[in-house]
């Protein structure tokens, strides 16, 4: 993502927190945004699996 759009989502993020919000709040908020948006880059570029194949591989039942 580009600086300026992260910039503009980090502000977006900022704004739509409560007035008691603390820094962990904060934080909590700007990580699941960065876990997502790598999640989606991820998915984009085929690099995900089949959960029942994930399972398999791990042993799970499904």
């Given amino acids: 993502m580009p600086a300026t759009k992260v910039k503009e989502e ?3 993020l900022i ?14 908020r700007i990580y699941v945004r960065q876990a997502i948006e790598a999640g ?3 998915s984009d570029a085929g690099r995900t699996m089949d ?5 398999k591989r791990l042993g799970l039942s499904e």
């Fill in 15 to 28: 704004e739509k927190l409560p007035d008691d919000a603390t820094w962990d709040d904060l934080m909590r």
């Fill in 51 to 55: 959960v029942n194949e994930l399972r």
């Fill in 10 to 12: 980090a502000q977006r």
């Fill in 40 to 42: 989606l880059e991820d």
